[in-house]
């Protein structure tokens, strides 16, 4: 990461102008400041916290510590990279505060101390290097603590990226907003009303980012990825956070000479076996005019999220799961049992649902493809089909399906061939939360576009 210039202190990475002096009295001195790392600067892994030490002057973190002089800080201002600045109360002796790991790679934080009249002295800085995770976050477990959260997009009234702490056995917590800050488009919550939202490490830095896909609207084709912070603290829309995919990444030429972009996206794992370390996608690519078909795409090895590409059709305009010519009329979703990736496709007119597995990770037989396909018996009514928006494996190694309606969102079971109906929790924020249905225990600046 960029360190952030000495003389400025911006809002969300935008840099502006140091505050204009207050006073004509001295200014403090610039603070000392220390971040704690071992011998090789590296001061943690990703989603985790670091300690940040901060002095009234340098020479008060010395060996013996030194006297400092002038005017006193009444508080400290720093910034981590071009994260938004964060004010301390200054107590006049070293104090400490830990302060988030959300950037894998060299990081600086900078820091300016203020006194009571608001002089501003010198900035100080440290840098210090973050580290992925030795072991990559199981699929679906956005905070890193072993167990499959559930994310979901807000309504709007409640308009945001919502997340969900999973506990294993089918239980949620109070949701937060992640997607407060919105995807680079306006900056609001409600740039995530109409996005499909993916998960999955897109980036190779064994955390879960977060990837808003636009089929429709002024955006189509495009997807916004935000990089996954390893907890759960908010996502950062800003530059250095984030990326535009753009739509000619997801282009399908196969059955229209003018490309076609995704209808529906998902992330699938390692689907095309080629592990890269890079979430594979698959969508149902095509128009009216020329059909619909099933595409798996992917990036390369040691690439960015941007070599994104079509790599090839898994299944043509006649080889939908029923057998028929109507991709159109199915939705997709993703888990990922014992690793390896499964995919379920509801079709939306009947309600059936039909699940595609690969066990023995054949190359010739990856999923989605003709003969992969499984019927599965569902609990719903035909008239009224839930929309499938999240899939996970629970503590136990069932899959889940979870539904979404409204701020509402109902867990399904997967034993065998057979889909089991558990609770619906009512996630509208600040709402009491009741449960209802059969419930089984066990189982910078904003990047443009």
Request: glycine fraction near 14%.
């Amino acid at each position: 990461m960029a360190a952030v210039a000495a003389a400025t202190l911006g809002v969300a990475g935008t840099a502006v102008a140091a505050p204009v002096q207050a006073s004509g009295d001295a200014s403090p001195p610039a603070p000392g400041v220390a971040v704690a790392t071992d011998a090789s600067g590296d001061a943690g892994v990703l989603g985790r916290t670091a300690t940040l030490t901060l002095a009234p002057c340098a020479g008060a973190l010395e060996t013996p510590p030194a006297a400092c002089t002038g005017e006193a800080a009444g508080r400290y201002d720093y910034q981590l990279n071009a994260g938004p600045p964060q004010s301390l109360t200054a107590t006049g002796g070293v104090q400490r505060v830990q302060i988030p790991l959300h950037h894998v790679g060299p990081n600086t934080v900078t820091v300016f101390a203020v006194s009571a009249t608001g002089d501003l002295s010198e900035s100080a800085s440290a840098d210090f290097v973050v580290t992925t995770p030795a072991t990559p976050y199981a699929d679906g477990d956005v905070d890193g603590d072993g167990h499959a959260d559930l994310l979901l997009v807000g309504t709007d009234a409640d308009p945001g990226l919502w997340l969900a702490r999973g506990d294993g056995a089918g239980g949620l917590a109070t949701p937060t907003d992640i997607g407060a800050d919105g995807t680079g488009i306006n900056n609001t919550p409600a740039d995530w009303n109409d996005a499909q939202v993916l998960h999955g490490d897109f980036t190779g830095d064994r955390v879960q980012d977060v990837l808003a896909y636009r089929p429709a609207g002024d955006s189509a084709g495009q997807a916004f990825l935000q990089y996954g912070n390893g907890d759960d603290l908010p996502l950062s829309p800003y530059s250095g956070d984030s990326e535009w995919l753009h739509s000619d990444q997801f282009t399908d030429y196969t059955l229209n000479g003018d490309g076609d972009n995704p209808t529906r996206l998902v992330a699938a794992g390692n689907a095309g076996l080629d592990d890269t370390g890079i979430a594979d996608l698959i969508g149902i690519s095509g128009d009216a005019a020329n059909g619909y078909q099933l595409d798996l795409y992917t990036a390369c090895g040691g690439c960015s999220a941007g070599s994104y590409g079509y790599a090839r059709t898994l299944a043509g305009p006649t080889e939908a799961p029923d057998g028929d010519d109507d991709w159109n009329d199915f939705s997709l979703t993703t888990a990922q049992p014992a690793g390896q990736t499964v995919l379920f496709a509801v079709k939306k007119s009947t309600g059936e649902l039909w699940e595609s597995t690969n066990p023995s990770q054949n190359a010739t037989a990856l999923i989605g493809t003709s003969g992969t396909w499984t019927r599965i018996d569902v609990p719903w009514n035909p008239r009224h089909v839930p929309a499938l928006v999240f899939g996970d494996v629970d503590a136990a190694g069932h899959v889940e399906l979870w539904a979404q309606a409204g701020m509402c969102a109902t867990r399904y079971t997967l034993t065998g061939t057979t889909l089991e109906r558990g609770a619906t929790v009512d996630l509208t924020p600040g709402h009491p939360r009741h449960r209802t249905g059969k419930h089984r225990k066990g189982s910078g600046q904003a990047l443009g576009h």
